[in-house]
């Protein structure tokens, strides 16, 4: 009775454990809204939604909202989000309409896409935003910017491409982003096939970051292997069976000393006789 | 007639002794083998990758999750040493440098996928096992 009692307290035990250990992941804000993509041949950046050569045709599409404030997700802006991985780039499209969008008021407006790294959450630490200085003249410029503490330092090196054309109240917003790109060093975030990254589509009209940012909302996107590409490299399918190797060897001897153990009795009455 | 009842008394303490010892001594190997077991449980969960305490980067999290990588290291290592010796004085033999080397490996080895937690296991394994030399030599 006393051995069963033992055994049920340590069984609970390991299982509070293994449970309570699950839990212990820090989980941070909302969740983002998680978002597959499709793959395709890689559109021009200039802004145009060309039918003709069946651009963005195998994009991913979704219609999202930004919000002025998250944790209270009302008065959004529907917006139309397109997203398309064509090798070597992560292509993303936002397409929104407003009433008087060729007024004055609209002159500096922004769109952006905050990039946090596949471990960091919603740490946003990248920046690509397509800004206009003059909207009637469609005059814009793509930036590249670091984040470090709410702070965006222009990059040293930019990488990708924006563009953005309005016609009528209608505007249309194209990124291009590459992935697996080493060169971009602790200035970007370096996109992984295969991983899971968070971002964050930002919208203002005044160019000044991150003050003049109005509404917001976070995406989540999974980066798959192109056709063909193996899912694993070989560095992480080499650890990853090292791991299973090394644990299960450890295990076996661990195994195996119990059963000693389970034996000991007998031995050291073999012994004393 | 009460002197034969004393030595009756006398003789029987005697035998319980080092029952009472090996006694102790069968828990301990037990016991200590089935935290062993826990930490190396907690070690593949943390060490093998399939569990992250801390998603966060903050160096803070990031010297927490090492510290505790390599306390369950460690630990197991104290642990399974304990269990170890004691099954091994239970049997009547000592325990060599032989076994306290594969303890020492299969410990080490846990940490394969870090460096930092690797090196900071390394010298805590070190420290461990030339403190128990010099408690052994005392």
């Known amino acids: 009775m006393k051995k069963n009692a033992t055994s049920i307290i340590i069984l609970i035990f390991i299982a509070q454990i293994l449970i309570s250990s699950t839990f212990l992941i820090v989980k941070t804000y909302g969740t983002p809204i998680e978002f597959d993509v499709g793959f395709g041949t890689a559109p021009v950046i200039d802004g145009v939604v060309d039918g003709a050569t069946s651009e963005w045709v195998s994009a991913e599409k979704l219609?999202?909202?930004?919000?002025?404030?998250?944790?209270?997700?009302?008065?959004?802006?529907?917006?139309?989000?397109?997203?398309?991985?064509?090798?070597?780039?992560?292509?993303?499209?936002?397409?929104?309409?407003?009433?008087?969008?060729?007024?004055?008021e609209y002159d500096n407006?922004?769109?952006?896409?905050?990039?946090?790294?596949?471990?960091?959450?919603?740490?946003?630490?990248?920046?690509?935003?397509?800004?206009?200085?003059?909207?009637?003249?469609?005059?814009?410029?793509?930036?590249?910017?670091?984040?470090?503490?709410?702070?965006?330092y222009e990059d040293v090196n930019p990488n990708g491409d924006g563009a953005a054309k309005l016609e009528g109240n209608r505007i249309v917003y194209e990124f291009s982003m590459p992935v697996e790109n080493i060169e971009g060093g602790i200035e970007d975030v370096e996109l992984d096939h295969g991983d899971t990254f968070n971002f964050k589509i930002i919208f203002g009209k005044t160019a000044i970051y991150p003050s003049g940012i109005i509404i917001s909302n976070i995406i989540s996107i999974h980066l798959q292997f192109p056709a063909g590409a193996p899912e694993l490299p070989i560095g992480e399918l080499l650890m990853s069976i090292s791991t299973i190797v090394i644990f299960s060897t450890i295990g076996a001897f661990y195994a195996f000393y119990i059963y000693r153990i389970t034996k000991l009795k007998k031995e050291i009455e073999r012994i004393r006789s | 007639m009460s002197k034969i009842k004393k030595e009756n008394l006398k003789s029987g303490t005697v035998n319980r002794k080092p029952k009472l010892k090996e006694k102790s001594a069968y828990r301990s190997v037990i016991l200590s083998a089935v935290i062993g077991g826990l930490l190396l449980i907690i070690s593949i969960l943390l060490n093998g990758g399939y569990l992250s305490l801390f998603a966060s980067e903050h160096i803070l999290f990031q010297t927490l999750d090492t510290t505790i990588k390599v306390l369950v290291i460690l630990f197991f290592f104290i642990f399974m040493t304990i269990s170890i010796g004691n099954y091994k004085e239970l049997t009547g033999k000592p325990l060599d440098l032989k076994l306290i080397v594969i303890i020492f490996i299969f410990s080490l080895i846990q940490s394969f996928r870090d460096s930092i937690v690797f090196s900071f296991s390394f010298i805590g394994l070190l420290m461990i096992i030339v403190y128990l030399f010099l408690v052994q030599e005392n």
């Open chain 1, 63 to 104: 219609e999202i909202e930004l919000f002025p404030d998250l944790s209270n997700q009302s008065d959004g802006l529907s917006i139309e989000l397109w997203i398309l991985q064509a090798e070597p780039n992560l292509y993303i499209l936002a397409r929104f309409d407003l009433n008087d969008h060729i007024s004055s």
């Open chain 1, 109 to 152: 407006e922004f769109l952006g896409v905050l990039i946090a790294d596949w471990d960091a959450d919603l740490n946003f630490t990248d920046a690509k935003i397509v800004q206009f200085s003059n909207m009637s003249t469609n005059i814009h410029s793509y930036f590249d910017y670091y984040i470090n503490d709410t702070v965006y």
